[in-house]
């Protein structure tokens, strides 16, 4: 994400309890990787579906 210029925060929930904790509420799940974007929620790697969410296109 960084290479196309999107702003995010990467949480290690293995080692911050507070930021598991909000994952699962969010996603209802406790599998990684979770993107949060607006109100969408995406649980596992979905690199279109990530792409679609953030309007970005890999080169």
Avoid: C, T, W
Avoid at 5 to 19: I, K
């Amino acid at each position: 994400m960084a290479r196309h210029g999107v702003q995010y925060e990467e949480l290690n929930v293995s080692d911050n309890h507070l930021a598991r904790a909000e994952m699962a509420s969010a996603s209802h799940q406790f599998g990684v990787p979770v993107l949060a974007v607006n109100d969408e929620i995406y649980v596992g790697f979905d690199r279109v579906a990530y792409e679609e969410a953030l309007k970005i296109r890999e080169a």
